[in-house]
């Protein structure tokens, strides 16, 4: 792909490190791209990575991770963009794999990582770990990936239930991750209902986007503290630039417990919807020549008024005389 300088989505992004005085291992890139010289359909590689693995190694396998899947994206033939995201995330998953044996200060990295790929007006996405990413369409909100954690599990399993997992000490055992010694498992479900079998999820891929859509990629240090609903909310009321930083805002009021990354894209409308409609003058005539007809207007009923007063006195000196 050939990157370009403008993306055709609205794109806007924030991240905070909390307020628990942890450093920010969270990273992020969104990219924006042509597919080829010939094929000029825009493209925006959104990637998300949360680090785990204490020390400086989460912030390491984040950057890690977030380089090289849009690295090998780029490089890669966009013909099956779902297998070019698995291929890239499995591809990231072996360096910071090689990177944390060979520097024993990283041993046991890792980090999670979601990736929304918008290719013209149609979106791929593949994740492991916990980090999401939301579709906000209209008045709804729909969370598109599934947390790879202990808690999901035993939900899914229905060993706990929803009102269980508040404060569970397994909150937060991650199940996938880039770094991980176990053959990686890249998600590739869009689940557009949690009625949707794991095929029709995975049928969901190229899902078609409509004007006025927003994506939402988000940490876990979000969605901890702020509800499903909520960043509905907030994605509404405020203006769209600012959305990330109010959803950030809002989980740092709540104790900030984790670092937060927000980022959003959204499918704008056509440039001739909201193109300004300017009205030219017609040719060869100047803005004074057509103010003129309404001044001319303006003498005509004054003459006639004064005619019509002379011929009033006129009529009353001859009824006198």
């Known amino acids: 792909m050939i990157p370009v300088e403008h993306a055709h989505l609205k794109i806007a992004a924030a991240t905070h490190p909390g307020m628990q005085g942890k450093p920010n291992e969270d990273r992020y890139s969104v990219s924006a791209y042509r597919l080829t010289s010939d094929d000029r359909t ?19 396998a984040a950057a890690l991770a977030v380089a090289n899947i849009n690295q090998y994206v780029a490089e890669n033939s966009s013909t099956h963009p779902i297998q070019i995201l698995k291929q890239a995330l499995t591809h990231a998953n072996q360096i910071i794999l090689n990177h944390s044996r060979r520097d024993p200060s990283l041993n046991g990295m890792g980090t999670t990582c979601v990736c929304a790929w918008v290719v013209g007006d149609q979106l791929y996405a593949a994740s492991v770990g916990d980090s999401r990413l939301y579709l906000q369409r209209g008045v709804k909100i729909i969370r598109l990936t599934t947390d790879h954690t202990w808690i999901q599990e035993a939900l899914a399993q229905g060993t706990l239930t929803p009102d269980q997992t508040a404060g569970h000490p397994n909150a937060h055992i991650i199940r996938r991750f880039l770094g ?23 049928a969901n891929q190229g899902l078609r986007l409509l004007t006025g859509d927003r994506l939402v990629l988000c940490t876990d240090g979000l969605t901890d503290l702020v509800k499903d609903a909520e960043i509905l909310d907030v994605l509404r009321i405020n203006r769209f630039d600012l959305s990330p930083t109010y959803l950030v805002n809002l989980a740092n009021q709540r104790g900030g417990h984790d670092n937060i990354t927000v980022i959003t894209m959204e499918v704008p409308q056509p440039a001739h919807i909201t193109r300004p409609i300017r009205l030219s003058p017609q040719p060869g005539i100047t803005p004074a020549q057509k103010a003129r007809p309404s001044i001319v207007s303006w003498l005509r009923v004054m003459l006639l008024l004064v005619a019509i007063i002379l011929m009033g006195l006129l009529l009353v000196y001859t009824f006198i005389h």
Do not use: F
């Not at 498992?185 to 209902?193: A, V, Y």
């Open 42 to 60: 825009p493209s925006v590689l959104a990637i998300l990575a949360d680090g785990i693995g204490g020390h400086r190694g989460g912030e390491v």
């Open 180 to 202: 991980s010694q176990n053959a990686l498992n890249p998600d590739t479900r869009l689940r557009l209902s949690p009625a949707e079998s794991d095929d029709q999820a995975e």
